[in-house]
């Protein structure tokens, strides 16, 4: 399973970004889709998550109500819209995804990883 992370950039504060992760060589029919994020010296944090069953995202409190998912499954690629952007979303952004499941929040559950795109929010 490769997955193809793209859309970081350097932003000012309040703009916006989209990120998109692209999923190809799965063989798995079914999968829930992470955005995680990490800063340098910090462990990785859930971001979102995108249920393959229901269309439901799962947001982190810290990105709810200003980040949104979204996912076009014919093209396999979860989008990640970005508005409102501060200082503290700076850090690299991954993508991941695991076989349908619960636990859609839980980072070790996820078994395939994107390389990671950066977004860097500067004031």
């Known amino acids: 399973v490769q997955l193809q992370a793209s859309g970081g950039g350097s932003v000012q504060v309040g703009d916006s970004l989209r990120l998109s992760c692209v999923i190809s060589?799965?063989?798995?029919?079914?999968?829930?889709t992470a955005w995680l994020r990490q800063t340098p010296g910090k462990e990785r944090e859930f971001v979102a998550a995108m249920p393959w069953r229901g269309d439901r995202p799962v947001y982190s409190a810290s990105v709810r109500g200003q980040f949104f998912l979204s996912r076009d499954k014919a093209k396999d690629t979860v989008y990640l819209q970005m508005n409102s952007l501060k200082p503290e979303d700076t850090a690299v952004y991954y993508c991941?995804?695991?076989?349908?499941?619960?636990?859609?929040?839980?980072?070790?559950?996820?078994?395939?990883w994107g390389q990671g795109t950066q977004v860097t929010v500067s004031s």
């Open positions: 991941a995804v695991k076989a349908n499941s619960a636990d859609v929040d839980k980072i070790a559950a996820y078994e395939y």
């Open positions: 060589g799965r063989t798995f029919s079914a999968y829930d």
